[in-house]
């Protein structure tokens, strides 16, 4: 109310994996994912794209998840890292660390693991490594 929401979903979704649908495997995308079904594998983006992972109520991904913007309302068994922000809606459960540099959590989310601020030495990191 009183200040700016700065982190907003700046992509549109180019990929939805539907409810009834299961992959195994590892997914690399660009653009904006929503998953609605299970996943197991890892999930990542390019380094170059910020990239948006939307996962609902019903998703459920079983392994790593690295984006730049994350939407959780559905439950990851695995580590989180969110380049930019993550965003952990009521449902959300995370089994597994959450490595971040902006966090909204809403009441009732659930993080069985470690909270780990990336802060601006992630970029340092990340320009090293390169």
């Known amino acids: 109310m009183f ?3 700065s982190n907003r ?12 649908t299961r992959i195994e495997g590892d997914v690399h995308f660009s653009g904006g994912l929503r ?3 299970t996943i197991r594998g890892n999930i990542t983006e390019p380094n170059a794209n910020p990239s948006t992972l939307i996962l609902s109520e019903d998703g459920r991904i079983e392994g790593d ?3 730049s913007q994350i939407v ?3 439950k990851i ?8 922000f993550i965003e952990l809606q009521a449902k959300a459960h995370i089994a597994g660390d959450v490595y971040y540099k902006s966090l ?10 470690k909270l780990v601020y990336l802060g ?3 970029q340092v990191q990340d320009a090293s490594a390169n």
């Open 77 to 84: 068994i695995g580590t989180v890292k969110a380049n930019q």
């Open 104 to 113: 909204e959590m809403h009441t009732g989310a659930v993080i069985e693991g």
């Open 9 to 20: 979903i700046q992509n549109a979704i180019a990929t939805l994996i539907g409810a009834d």
């Open 65 to 67: 998840v690295t984006a």
């Open 3 to 5: 200040f700016k929401k």
């Open 35 to 37: 998953v609605d079904g």
């Open 120 to 122: 601006e030495s992630a």
């Open 72 to 74: 959780i309302n559905g």
